[in-house]
């Protein structure tokens, strides 16, 4: 019985060892498919970086896939920096990774930077571009805009009113259209004003400057001095854009607006007077009704005086102030005086046909 034990004893640990084995052998057969899925699925991009010089490593891919951030693109990004000549300290892989992670656009950003210095003529770093980018610009457009000026129609294609319409002091109108040229001020592309705000001063200086102009002729010999007073002015302060050149497309002379302007004053001077004739009339009209209710009045009172004088000769009669033969002789006087008015009044003549 003793043997039997201790034989079943030993097979016990035999059995033991060879789990154990077993499980160790499954776990690191485990850990190096892992690491094989790893680094197949990473092993172009960093076969890519090695063969460019990007100096990103596999485990730096790894941890940009912990971190949420895409590797093609920040090795791709970074490939075409160095292959541009920008070095690590320009543009990092740390801050290619930043940009991603705040929301920017990293391809765009290293294209602008490169367009930036194969142009030779703008100065830009990696911290404007990429605050040009999340500042929600398009970098790459603004440096094609700085190496290519941008023209654009003065007022725009897409208004109602076609022309830029101005008047001279001798009152005749005149409708511009006018190119601007604009070049994008990288310095000034954040916080700074869009073409809405170039187009909108621009046409207000040349209808100012039309409106300074003595006589439309002046204008239309010399257009070029709508241009100069406009760039005199510095319209581009506070914009995105440096303005290059303000060129005159077209003029045309439009409607005598003094002319206009004189005749509507004449017809309101007109009404002005009509008026203040009525209110005359209307006064003398009145005034005239006064008169007549006026004599009206005194018609009445010589009536109610002409029937008192009966009464004060009967009364002057009873008191013996006056006499029956004063009283005829009185009477006598007035037809011989109203006979005398009735012969001195004109014959009307009659004008025969």
């Known amino acids: 019985m003793l043997r039997f034990a201790l034989f079943a004893l030993e097979e016990g640990e035999l059995s033991l060892s060879s ?34 010089g990007a100096g990103i490593g596999i485990l730096d891919l790894i941890g940009m896939k912990f ?3 895409n ?26 990774e930043a940009h991603y992670l705040a929301g920017g656009n990293v391809p765009l950003v290293v294209r602008a930077m490169i367009a930036a210095r194969k142009a030779q003529i703008i100065s830009l770093d990696y911290k404007l ?75 207000e200086g040349i209808v100012s400057a039309i409106g300074s102009a003595a006589t439309h002729g002046e204008v239309l010999e010399t257009p ?11 319209l581009d302060a506070q914009t995105a854009f440096e303005i290059v050149s303000i ?3 077209d003029i045309d002379v439009g409607d005598n607006i003094g002319a206009k302007l004189q005749a509507d004053q004449a017809e309101a001077d007109t009404q002005v007077a009509r008026a203040k004739a009525e209110g005359r009339r209307a006064l003398a009209v009145a005034r005239e009704q006064e008169n007549i209710a006026h004599i009206e009045e005194t018609r009445a009172a010589l009536v109610a005086a002409e029937a008192e004088i009966p009464l004060a000769i009967a009364d002057a009669i009873n008191d013996g102030h006056l006499t029956l033969t004063d009283y005829y002789k009185l009477r006598n006087i007035q037809a011989d005086t109203q006979m005398r008015e009735n012969i001195a009044k004109p014959v009307p003549v009659a004008i025969g046909r």
């Open 19 to 52: 789990t154990a084995v077993t499980a160790v052998v499954v776990v690191v057969l485990l850990i190096l498919l892992v690491l094989f899925v790893i680094f197949a699925r990473f092993f172009g991009l960093w076969i890519q970086s090695v063969t460019t």
């Open 67 to 69: 971190r949420k951030v």
């Open 71 to 96: 590797p093609s693109v920040i090795v791709r990004s970074k490939i075409m920096a160095v292959q541009a000549g920008f070095d690590n300290k320009e543009i990092s892989c740390k801050a290619l």
């Open 129 to 203: 571009a990429t605050a040009i980018d999340l500042a929600g610009r398009n970098v790459l457009e603004a440096v094609q805009t700085s190496v290519n000026p941008k023209v654009i129609d003065c007022p725009s294609a897409g208004k109602t009113r076609m022309t830029l319409d101005g008047v001279a002091k001798d009152g005749i109108q005149l409708k511009v259209k006018a190119r601007v040229t604009v070049r994008a001020n990288l310095h000034q592309l954040i916080g700074g004003a869009t073409e809405e705000t170039i187009i909108a001063r621009v046409g």
């Open 224 to 234: 070029d001095r709508i241009s100069k007073a406009v760039l005199e002015r510095r």
């Open 247 to 249: 060129d005159i497309a």
